[in-house]
């Protein structure tokens, strides 16, 4: 078993991925909230007008 990759730089590789992970599941779950809101111009752009109003 080698030793050559420092156990710190995986810790800090994996606490970032966390983070990133984090951040989706914050969105995905705070979008369905803000359908009656006016939604942010990315979301209006990527979702087609009829699924939108409907």
């Known amino acids: 078993?080698?030793?050559?990759v420092?156990?710190?730089s995986i810790v800090l590789f994996?606490?970032?991925t966390?983070?990133?992970l984090l951040f989706?599941?914050?969105d995905g779950?705070?979008?369905?909230?803000?359908?009656g809101?006016?939604?942010p111009?990315?979301?209006r752009e990527i979702a087609p007008p009829h699924l939108s109003t409907s």
């Open 18 to 20: 966390s983070i990133v």
């Open 1 to 4: 078993m080698q030793s050559l």
């Open 41 to 43: 111009r990315r979301l």
């Open 14 to 16: 994996v606490v970032r």
């Open 37 to 39: 809101l006016p939604q």
């Open 6 to 8: 420092p156990q710190h």
């Open 29 to 35: 779950v705070l979008q369905p909230d803000t359908q």
């Open 24 to 26: 989706v599941l914050v």
